[in-house]
């Protein structure tokens, strides 16, 4: 699975989970209006680290905070081992 | 300026002066702190509370900061509902602070029978009755205990107000806000900073977007904000986080790692940047501004501070006038040791010249501001019937500072041909779990384990990190 996917998997997955109403998943989607909270987010983040095996945001202190779905999994294609 | 002996909280805001210039601006209604000379939140009934143990259970928060600013001084305890308190733990609460009448902005409240029960609205009646009183006010905050069942920390004003610097005059008024909600410790230090300081207050509200919000304060003119390093991490992600160009912001609650500092230095270039350490119990301990993760080693030792801090058996302990006075119900549990020092449970250590938070005793997990312990998770675990032991740990997280995950020892362990089973026990887990306690709580992950380390005390290991 690409990095993409399992990021688009891991939001559909978590939204369901925490019976949350997921927006389209658009790369422009600003995250805090994709319908997820801080806690969901923060799942994901977790989940991704399991199944990808980086945490982009602790590896790069710099890294700014993704905006947008679009910056969230550019994140994580710069980051993958 | 922090009241002097037996001031009230409103004769303090009106010494405070400018009253006319200055506001509490909620999501859905404000009011200038002058509306409040000759109106009343309270609908004309504020005599009714003289004298009583008064719940403030209010949705809005704007509303309890009215409450609170008529009440102290005029009844004897206010005990402040936080917005997420599960109504099965109100009875307790009631019970345990002797709570004679509650004040609410809902028609009815589910609380069971009480004395009186007062109405409390952002639309002003006229004042009917002296603001004034003769009561030593005691507020009682709530929070989370080991069983799910909140601890009652009794304060007062002054150990509210303890760490409110009044020599700072402000040449322009300050214009505040938190992202907490005000009746938690570090939102009411925003609020009593706010009122006592001459200035004004932007209110989050919990119905709104991050985005939103922020582009409410920068409408305002914030000048001064906080939050925890959550609630920055989620502000950062925002689109809106360049709508206000704070001068003053202040992070609390929650570890403050390095890049969370970074972070916020980077947005708000213009800003100074504190990280403070407080808690309900052990009140404010110090905040630092050189924009380091930790704190220097040299606060344990400042002769004649206000605060003093020491650190033993790993964890940081404070004995000040700030922090809270007695728990409320809980016999034969001290809030402080006999020399007056609060043990805050955070584990620190030391690197050079600086001590970092490394932790919590006892396992306590700090998810984006909220405390967890983990017995309480565990115990719900532990309910199902194929599980003969868990632990709940802590796991980082880049977003909520960190996540509770739990390691579970099945009582038979299915054999690796039963993988379907597996994911079958873990949802049948989880959804235990989301059904006994609140969203934060529940584990992110479990992982199946054969065994867990057991220590010689008989308890399960438990790591601070």
């Known amino acids: 699975m690409s990095v993409r996917a399992s990021v688009l998997a891991q939001f559909e997955r978590v939204a369901q989970e925490q019976k949350k109403t997921l927006a389209p998943l658009t790369d422009d989607l600003v995250l805090l209006e994709s319908g997820l909270d801080s806690l969901c987010l923060a799942v994901i983040v977790a989940q991704l680290e399991d199944a990808l095996g980086v945490d982009p945001f602790s590896a790069a202190e710099d890294a700014e905070f993704p905006v947008t779905l679009g910056d969230f999994i550019e994140l994580y294609e710069h980051a993958a081992p | 300026m922090p009241p002097r002996d037996g001031r009230s909280l409103w004769d303090a805001v009106r010494a405070a002066g400018a009253l006319a210039e200055r506001a509490l601006w909620g999501a859905e209604a404000s009011v200038r702190l002058g509306e409040l000379v000759g109106g009343s939140s309270l609908g004309g009934r504020l005599e009714e509370l003289r004298g009583r143990s008064v719940l403030v259970a209010t949705r809005d928060q704007l509303t309890a900061a009215l409450a609170l600013l008529e009440l102290d001084g005029v009844a004897r305890r206010l005990v402040l509902c936080p917005p997420d308190l599960p109504r099965k733990v109100v009875p307790f609460v009631m019970a345990t602070a002797a709570v004679d009448a509650v004040v609410s902005d809902r028609a009815a409240l589910e609380a069971g029978s009480v004395g009186t029960l007062v109405t409390c609205s952002a639309r002003l009646a006229p004042a009917d009755s002296e603001r004034a009183g003769p009561h030593h006010t005691e507020w009682i905050l709530l929070t989370s205990g080991t069983t799910g069942v909140p601890k009652l920390v009794v304060h007062t004003l002054a150990s509210l107000a303890g760490a409110i610097n009044g020599d700072r005059v402000q040449t322009v008024p300050a214009v505040w806000s938190t992202f907490y909600d005000i009746r938690r410790y570090g939102g009411l230090q925003i609020l009593l900073r706010a009122l006592l300081g001459g200035g004004s207050l932007v209110l989050s509200s919990a119905a709104e ?252 290991v438990r790591q601070h990190a």
């Open chain 2, 209 to 460: 977007s991050t985005g939103d919000f922020l582009i409410r304060a920068g409408a305002r003119g914030v000048t001064h904000i906080s939050g925890t390093p959550s609630h920055w991490r989620r502000a950062l992600m925002s689109p809106s986080a360049h709508r206000i160009a704070p001068h003053y912001v202040r992070l609390s609650g929650e570890i403050a790692d390095q890049a969370i500092l970074d972070h916020v230095r980077a947005c708000y270039p213009g800003a100074r940047i504190a990280h403070a350490f407080a808690s309900t119990e052990a009140g404010v301990g110090f905040a630092v501004e050189d924009g380091l993760a930790g704190f220097p080693a040299s606060l344990l030792t400042q002769r004649g501070a206000e605060v003093e801090l020491k650190v033993e058996e790993g964890s940081l302990r404070i004995r000040s006038a700030r922090t809270g006075i007695r728990y409320l119900g809980s016999p034969g549990e001290p809030l402080a040791d006999r020399d007056g020092f609060v043990d805050t449970g955070d584990i620190v250590e030391l690197r050079g010249a600086r001590y970092h938070f490394v932790g919590r005793r006892g396992g306590i997990i700090n998810v984006g501001g909220l405390k967890v312990h983990p017995e309480e998770v565990e115990a719900v675990i532990n309910g199902h019937p194929q599980v003969q032991m868990s632990v709940v740990r802590t796991r980082k997280n880049a977003i909520t500072g960190a996540l509770v995950v739990a390691d579970v020892v099945l009582r038979t362990a299915p054999d690796s041909a039963e993988t379907g089973r597996v994911a079958e026990l873990e949802r049948e887990i989880l959804q235990r779990c989301r059904d006994a306690l609140s969203r934060h709580k529940v584990p992110a992950a479990i992982r199946f384990v054969r065994f867990l380390g057991v220590a010689g005390t008989g308890k399960v």
